[in-house]
């Protein structure tokens, strides 16, 4: 069996690719605020291995014992291979620098960066014992290397999450059993995200109207859709670790 562990999967690509792979019997461990309770109910029918745990990953200093607890739920489990699925993220505050809260600031760095720096560091620390598959997969962002007024902290913190990717690819390139990791862009997806992109004001974000064009154009990809082109690639030789990708051109 493989183990999954996936942030922000309450909805959206994260709820998806966690339901995909309880109706494949995958072994899944969700983190995100908010109970996903169909996918709760589907796994319990279906007697998958399966955890959730409401957690809010702004509380970065409880991310350890939290991973510390979620290895030890799964240690009699016999693995196939072990992944680490970071998806939970927030797009506010949108607007421009100087007009922003600085406490909504904080919390989006915290849990676009800050947070998946830990359990990454968490999971490297935790998995080192295991011969088994290990993979990571950083959900990005075309933002991350194109700038965009109004998002700046989330170009930023997505900018520094490749970077993460690439750096520790490099690491872990002298491991016996290495951990694979890579960044991948799911390009644009009709989710929460994209809903508060498109209620906001062009004041704050010059670019809103592109966005609700492609939605009223029909231009915007489904979670699930995404959801079934990315869990092939977790544990796959490809893309190459420390690598970003957008998944529209995989």
Partial sequence: MNIYI?????SGIGGAIARHLVDARE?????????NIPLSRIAKTNSSFFRHYAFDLTQTGKIPELMEYIFTSFKEV???????VN?????DPIGPSGKLDVSGIEAHLKTNLVAPAILINEFIRLSRPLKVSKSILNISSGA?????????????SKAGLDMLTQSIAMEQSAEEYPVRIISLAPGIVETSMQQKIRATSAEQFPMQKKFADLYKNQGLSQPDTVASGIIPIIFSDKP???????????
Avoid: Q
């Fill in 240 to 250: 190459e670790s420390g690598t970003f990708s957008d998944l529209r051109y995989l």
């Fill in 144 to 156: 991350a290397h194109k700038p965009y007024a109004g998002w700046s902290n989330y170009c930023a």
């Fill in 87 to 91: 998806n939970a993220g927030t797009i």
């Fill in 27 to 35: 072994g899944v461990i969700t983190i995100s605020r908010r109970e």
């Fill in 78 to 84: 016999k693995l196939n291979g072990i992944a680490l």
């Fill in 6 to 10: 996936i942030t922000g999967t309450s």
